[in-house]
């Protein structure tokens, strides 16, 4: 075992340019973390100690502080499932499906019939405006507001005095096990409580509950699980692989919350690996188009970056990657297909420097499986025996 203890952190939507295939997905040209640098001239002195800037053109920096390069997505899509299970292992060839167009009629009766609620709302929406339009009348009928963001999601909130948490949970189970048809393959059903009165209406988010799909088949996190090691997921990675090959679950609802929860696991004495999404980069400023507020993120996380390496130990890997591009100067409000940068950082590296990209974001899982000396994911090579 090289190292005892590996933190992945996931700069949720943060990719490093358009793929090969990226005219396949109408994003020809999309490039999160450039086009954000071009309008916003990022101050972020620990990110670029580290080799992060030097990922876009593949600049050879003498004095960088990791190892550095990008990696190519393999999977069908580019959605956030889609990147996870990519990363830990698991190829995926079919792809999530997605309706920005909102959702089609068989759906949404087939939502009523079991429920027996009407449905309202049914548009893509990255924000609180759809209960702050449809709150009212979600409340006064008992209506179910279904909504989209514009990812592989299907999201229903309700007032809670109006349908209660609790009742809610169970209609978002039932809606869950509709979606998993082959021809519907939504990745996952969000159920999005809320209180308050008109014009001030606010959501629960300590109750938002993630219904996603079982994975479907074992990744790293599932046989470092076997092999007895710590298995932390900080963020929404619990709900992203439903549990699976998790042991430990640490919820936060914001980066800035994410980040003090993984500098506590850091403070900590375990062996295996710990993995954090940070998801206000893709859900508050890549969806909503917010330049401005995505490079105020990524100066905020690169405040934090000092901290967070001089809590590593000198058996300690930090990998930093991300999981596809939602690059906020594009039109619209999907994702974009991207690569994704790849930051290798340890205190007892000796030369660290640009390595060639790597052909498939898998080859994160299958470094780790070597660290622990586990099962070698389905796919990914190791880099391991490199790292000096």
């Known amino acids: 075992m090289k190292f005892k203890r590996i933190f992945l952190m996931v700069l949720d939507s943060l990719g490093v340019g358009e793929t090969m295939d990226a005219a396949n997905f109408g994003d020809t040209g999309a490039n999160t973390l450039g086009h954000v640098e071009e309008n916003c001239h990022l101050f972020i002195p620990n990110l670029k100690k580290i080799g992060f800037m030097d990922i876009l053109n593949m600049n050879e920096d003498p004095q960088v502080e990791a190892y550095y390069t990008f990696a190519r997505p393999t999977n069908a899509g580019k959605d956030t499932l889609n990147g996870h299970y990519e990363m830990v292992g698991i190829p995926n060839n079919i792809p999530f499906r997605t309706f920005n167009e909102g959702f089609p009629y068989d759906i949404l009766s087939a939502i009523e019939e079991i429920t027996g609620r009407q449905v309202i709302g049914n548009i893509c929406c990255n924000d609180d405006s759809i209960i702050q339009g449809l709150g009212e009348r979600e409340y006064n009928y008992g209506s179910l507001i279904v909504y989209t963001s514009a990812d592989s999601d299907l999201q229903v909130a309700a007032h809670e005095d109006c349908i209660p948490i609790a009742t809610l949970y169970n209609y978002c189970e039932k809606i869950r096990a509709l979606t998993l048809r082959e021809n519907w393959r939504i990745a996952r059903v969000i159920a999005r409580p809320f209180n308050g009165t008109p014009g001030k209406y606010k959501f629960l988010n300590t109750a938002r509950k993630d219904y996603a799909v079982k994975p479907p088949q074992k990744s790293v996190l599932d046989h470092l699980n076997e092999a007895n090691y710590n298995v932390i997921g900080i963020g929404k990675i619990n709900a992203i692989f439903d549990g699976q090959g998790i042991n430990k679950m640490i919820k ?137």
């Open 252 to 388: 936060a609802d914001n980066n800035n919350e994410g980040i003090n929860k993984l500098m506590d696991i850091m403070d900590k004495n375990f062996t295996g690996l710990c993995m954090i999404n940070l998801s206000d980069f893709d859900s508050l400023y890549g969806h909503l188009r917010d330049v401005d507020g995505y490079g105020k993120a990524i100066e905020e996380l690169d405040v934090d970056i000092p901290i967070i390496l001089n809590k590593l130990n000198l058996d300690d890997l930090l990998i930093i990657t991300a999981d596809h591009g939602n690059d906020p100067t594009f039109p619209g409000h999907d994702h974009t297909r991207e690569n994704v940068p790849i930051v290798l950082y340890s205190r007892n590296f000796k030369s660290p420097k640009r390595i060639n990209p790597f052909p498939t974001f898998a080859n994160i899982g299958a470094l780790i499986a070597d660290n622990f000396d586990v099962e070698k994911p389905a796919m990914g090579e190791s880099i391991l025996k490199d790292l000096e």
